[in-house]
Structure formats: structure tokens, C-alpha cells
């Protein structure tokens, strides 16, 4: 009886019928990443040189970093977190450092909550580990000899309101310039590391930020919902169930979204249309030149992208579904097409 209540209860909200896309970000380069990092390094030492715990109010912040490198137990002294908009892209730094200048970094490029294989080249995850404050030597999550990255990251919560990060990671630290170098870093715990925000996506793109309403589903079948006898490839034509469907991008980068959609619900014998309101999908935004990315805040979360134009965004999705008429039976059915939403900012 699952089975049968699954198939007659299938939902069609846009989290469905988009389906995930992953934005593949490889136009920055590890330079701002270094300049961040060596200003997060250059606080924590002028603030232990004047006896304290923090830079006046700077990068160095609150949060508790652990590992284990090479079989030894590392606990920063610090947390050191920057969120800052660079080439048009999002860039979490956050740091572990301790007094003799031993650290752990990890760079995300448009973070989100999720698990990452992390290359040190070019990757939008980077891992980075350095012994002390006298060497150069910096051990890198990618193997120069195989060309392989050697990482894993796990963000595991990331609040963008209360501006802080959790997660794991562990990884095989290679010397870039010396392969034979190598220093194995598991058991990496972050957790609560804050960071301070100075990123401007929220003006990015003319001030993307603001409320969007759905203005057009259009789909390469056309329907009859509402049975007058027209089909109409724009499904706000045929029935109600997505009237004043909202997104609203806030300034923060968070963003809130209805959810509505089509059920066929079946009572036994018969089986009809229904319209469905279910609780709204919340989570975070980025701004890539014109693509706009969703990530809920469910477990797993949702990934989407949009293309931005103007006053409106939208997105295209190919052999999904909406709800239709077969054509032999008359019956309601799941009909397979392609689909373009329209989203137009109010």
C-alpha cells in the first residue's frame, strides 16, 4: 500500500520538478585565497604580540578547530573566518592557528552544506596545512604526482545569519613542490568557527535581492486542466494551485520560497486532482555572474540553478513531469515534457 500511496501522492513543487544542478565554479584563482589567509595569519600574530585574543574586533573569532596531523593532536589557540565577495564569487576562509603558527585552512568558493572531494587546484574546496612560522612549506590537498585531489570536506551547518560554520575534513597534505613532503591530517573538526561578512551579493547583478512572483510554467505538452475544452502550454492557464507563488531573495542571502503544487490522490476507486500548500522551502542563495543558486536548508539539501535576466529569473528542466489527462483513458496521469519556469520580480 506504500508503494501505491507514493505513486498517487507524488508531489510537484519546483524542488521536483527541477531536480538538482551543481554549479561548477573554476575561473578563481588561489591568490585571493593566500591574501585572505595571510591577513587572518598577520592579525593573529599582532593580537598575541599585544598579549591578547582577538584583533580588535577583526577576523580572529570564536569557534573551536581540532585534528589529528601526522598522528599528533592539533587545537588551535584561534578560529580566524572571512566571508568576502572576490571576482564576483561568495569565499569562506576559516582558519585554525596556533601560537607557533601551525595551521589548518579551509577555503569554500559559494559555500554550501554538503560533502565535498576537495582539490587544492582550481577546485571550489580548498585544504591547506602549514608545520610553523618559519617554514614555507604548505601541504595541499591535491598529489602532483597522480594529479589527484586528496580531501574530503563535510559542511555540516552553515549560518549565514548568525554568520557561522561546522563541519569535518581530513586529507593527504602534499608539498606542491616537492611531492616526497606529504603529512596526513584526519579527525578535522570545525565547529561554530564565525566569520565576519563583508560580501556584497545581495547588490550583485543590479540588486537581485527582493520578492519574485511565478509568472509562467510552461511545459512542451500542453494540457487541459482546467477541462474548457483550450490546452495551454502555460500551466498558470489551466489551474490556480500556483497562484501568488513566492521567492524572496533577502539581502542576507537567505532566501524563502513557496511550496505548491498537483497531487492525483486516489480515494480507491477514483482517481482526481488536487491542489497542495505544503510548509515553505528556506535556505541560502549566490550570485555568479547570471546564475542564481538555491540550497535549501533540508538534509540532504536541494541545489538549484536559475539564470537571471533583467526582472527575472528562471530555470529550464528537461523530461520532467506535470500532472495531465491521458489521452486514451481520460484519466489524470503524469505526462513527461520539458519545462521552463519564470519567476518576475514584483
Not at 276 to 286: K, R, V
Request: aromatic share 8%; with cysteine; proline share 3%.
Amino acid at each position: 500500500m506504500k508503494k501505491i500511496n507514493i505513486m498517487y501522492k507524488q508531489r510537484l513543487s519546483l524542488a521536483t520538478i527541477l531536480g538538482a544542478f551543481i554549479l561548477i565554479f573554476t575561473s578563481c584563482s588561489d591568490e585571493p585565497v593566500d591574501t585572505v589567509l595571510a591577513a587572518q595569519l598577520a592579525e593573529y600574530n599582532n593580537s598575541t604580540a599585544g598579549g591578547g585574543t582577538t584583533g580588535g574586533g577583526g577576523t580572529i573569532v570564536s569557534g573551536n578547530f581540532t585534528a589529528t596531523v601526522a598522528g599528533q593532536s592539533f587545537v588551535a589557540d584561534a578560529t580566524a573566518g572571512t566571508y568576502a565577495t572576490v571576482n564576483a564569487s561568495n569565499v569562506l576562509t576559516i582558519t585554525g592557528i596556533k601560537s607557533s603558527g601551525e595551521y589548518i585552512g579551509i577555503q569554500l568558493i559559494n559555500p554550501t552544506v554538503g560533502t565535498f572531494v576537495v582539490n587544492a587546484l582550481g577546485g571550489n574546496q580548498t585544504l591547506s596545512y602549514r608545520e610553523n612560522s618559519t617554514t614555507t612549506d604548505v601541504y595541499s590537498a591535491f598529489n602532483p604526482t597522480t594529479a589527484q585531489p586528496t580531501g574530503t570536506l563535510t559542511v555540516s551547518s552553515l549560518d549565514l545569519i548568525n554568520k557561522k560554520v561546522s563541519g569535518t575534513f581530513s586529507f593527504t597534505g602534499y608539498v606542491l613542490s616537492n611531492s616526497t613532503l606529504t603529512k596526513q591530517i584526519s579527525n578535522g573538526v570545525f565547529t561554530n568557527v564565525s566569520f565576519s561578512d563583508t560580501t556584497t551579493s545581495g547588490t550583485v547583478g543590479g540588486g537581485i535581492s527582493g520578492t519574485y512572483m511565478l509568472t509562467a510554467f510552461n511545459t512542451s505538452v500542453p494540457t487541459d486542466l482546467n477541462l474548457d475544452g483550450t490546452a495551454s502550454t502555460n500551466q498558470l492557464s489551466e489551474t490556480n494551485c500556483y497562484n501568488n507563488m513566492l521567492l524572496t531573495l533577502n539581502s542576507n542571502n537567505t532566501f524563502v520560497a513557496n511550496s505548491k503544487g498537483i497531487d492525483i490522490v486516489s480515494n480507491g476507486t477514483t482517481q482526481t486532482m488536487s491542489c497542495f500548500t505544503d510548509p515553505d522551502d528556506t535556505g541560502t542563495w549566490s550570485l555568479v555572474g547570471n546564475t542564481l543558486t538555491l540550497t535549501t536548508a533540508a538534509t540532504p539539501p536541494v541545489v538549484e540553478t536559475y539564470t537571471v535576466s533583467g526582472n527575472t529569473i528562471s530555470a529550464t528542466a528537461n523530461n520532467g513531469q506535470v500532472v495531465g489527462y491521458d489521452a486514451v483513458t481520460h484519466a489524470p496521469a503524469y505526462l513527461t515534457c520539458n519545462i521552463t519556469i519564470v519567476y518576475t520580480k514584483q
